[in-house]
């Protein structure tokens, strides 16, 4: 294929991930978590705008849209204005290597499959810690610079556990490869197998995304907004879309390591993979208010003196497993 | 400070701009000093540990990967550059460096 094919293709399914895929589950989610949380405390949620308050995100949108951008006197241009490009391109990246199910005849629907697609998304999801850094920084605004450091602890922490979740999977599957990860599973889904690596990953994305209990990043009753205090309008909603974007990319490869992926009985791949994801983006929404905030040496300590022990000796016990198995 | 205006600002739109609008948000009261200064991060020393961790998963990828087809002398090998790192992680806890300081 000629080069400019291949990168009219490689836009075009950009284009197809970022407005099909990202965006409307981001929207779709920032509703979801307002019914869930209104549910959750015996509220009603939005209701008025379209039937029950579905279309509340749309209008959001369009007057997030139309608002003016602000940037502070003081603040760093530059950084300012590119920070808010940088996070919702990370979790976009994400999704690059997520088979959603089969097309025809089992071909998986994957954008890319890559022979290192969980090296991959390690590191893409990790990128985002860049563009909250250069917003606190580029901010020049006390708590938003307070907020960025405090995502820079808590991801670089995090990041670990997290990674040798995904080595354990790996290590079973004996690929890098989601797809071949996902083909691996047919028999056992490895939560099954894998229980704590799972419990593990999941721990670990909720810190990766910000989320409660890990939300001292944006811990809004000390830290106003956190990263974002100082964005306006569309920029605001891009850090928005770049959260929610993040989040269902973590679940969705939660989904695809440890559930399974598509696989399921009866009903078609791409409906299972769905119904697993909003399970999963059920469970992070049940959680931000079942459990208070953590302190922040207690983050720290949690992840290296619970965490990162679990997940080495939680490696070698599968390692000699897999050893004793094969023997 | 006409830095405010969207690119796709008609030309009639006059920017509604007072200087208060473009101080740094501190709460409401008028904003002191530059966030700026000088700053005590106080973790440094789990970025330093964090680096070391970091490099280890690398390693351990590649090992993940193929460790099927290999014999026993994978899982052995491992346990040792794991056991230096675990040492290593203690090192650190016995240290004093995983505490918030």
Redesign the interface.
Same mark, same amino acid.
């Given at each position: 294929m000629p080069w400019y094919l291949e990168l009219l293709r490689a836009i075009a399914g950009t284009i197809l991930i970022f407005s099909g895929v990202a965006v409307v589950a981001a929207m779709f989610g920032v509703l979801l978590e307002r019914k869930i949380s209104a549910w959750i405390q015996s509220r009603l949620g939005p209701k008025h705008v379209g039937p029950q308050g579905l279309l509340q995100t749309i209008a959001d949108t369009l007057k997030l849209l139309q608002k003016?951008?602000? &940037? #502070?006197?003081?603040?760093d #241009?530059t950084i300012f204005a590119s920070a808010v490009l940088v996070v919702p391109l990370a979790a976009l990246l994400d999704y690059v290597v997520i088979p959603f199910g089969t097309a025809g005849g089992g071909r998986p629907l994957i954008f890319r499959d890559l022979n290192i697609g &969980?090296?991959f998304f390690a590191a893409t999801s990790a990128l985002v810690v860049v563009g909250i850094l250069m917003a606190g920084?580029g !901010?020049?605004?006390?708590?938003?610079?307070l907020g960025g450091?405090r995502s820079? *602890?808590q991801m670089? !922490?995090y990041?670990?556990p997290m /990674?040798?979740a995904l080595?354990?999977v790996? @290590?079973l599957a /004996? *690929?890098?490869s989601t797809v071949k990860i996902v083909d691996a599973q047919a028999h056992w889904w490895y939560v099954v197998e894998q229980p704590v690596a799972f419990v593990i990953f999941l721990i670990a994305a909720t810190a990766e995304v910000n989320r409660v209990p890990f939300d001292l990043v944006e811990a809004e009753s000390e830290l106003?907004a956190g990263y974002f *205090?100082?964005y306006t /309008?569309m920029r605001f909603a891009l850090f928005q879309l770049g959260e929610y974007g993040e989040m269902f990319a973590m679940a969705a490869m939660a989904v695809t390591l440890f559930l399974g992926g598509w696989r399921g009985p009866v009903l078609p791949p791409v409906l299972w993979f769905v119904i697993k994801l909003y399970a999963l983006i059920f469970v992070f929404m049940w959680v931000r208010w079942t459990l208070p905030r953590f302190r922040?040496?207690q983050l720290? /300590?949690f992840s290296?003196?619970v965490l990162? #022990?679990v997940a080495?000796a939680n490696? &070698?016990v599968t390692?000699?497993v &897999? @050893?004793i198995v094969?023997? | 400070?006409w830095?405010?205006?969207?690119s796709w600002e008609p030309a009639w739109w006059r920017?509604r701009c007072w200087s208060q609008?473009?101080?740094? +948000?501190?709460?409401g009261v008028p904003?002191i000093g530059?966030?700026?200064s000088q700053?005590n $991060?106080r +973790?440094y020393l789990?970025?330093l $540990?964090?680096v070391v961790?970091?490099v280890e998963?690398i390693y351990?990828?590649p090992w993940? $990967?193929? +460790?099927?087809?290999q014999g026993?002398a994978?899982?052995y090998d491992? %346990?040792i550059f794991?056991g230096i %790192?675990?040492l290593g992680?203690l090192y650190a806890?016995r240290k004093g460096a %995983?505490?918030?300081v």
């Open positions: 003016e951008h602000i &940037v #502070p006197r003081n603040a #241009p &969980v090296l920084w !901010s020049n605004n006390k708590y938003a610079l450091l820079a *602890s670089v !922490s990041e670990i /990674g040798l080595i354990t790996a @290590m /004996g *690929s890098l106003v *205090s100082e /309008g922040i040496d720290l /300590g290296w003196k990162i #022990p080495l490696l &070698v390692a000699y &897999v @050893m094969q023997r | 400070m830095r405010s205006s969207p920017c609008k473009f101080e740094t +948000y501190e709460s904003t530059q966030a700026w700053f $991060v +973790y789990f970025s $540990v964090f961790f970091d998963i351990l990828y993940a $990967v193929i +460790y099927r087809n026993p994978a899982f491992a %346990l794991l %790192l675990a992680l806890w %995983l505490e918030w």
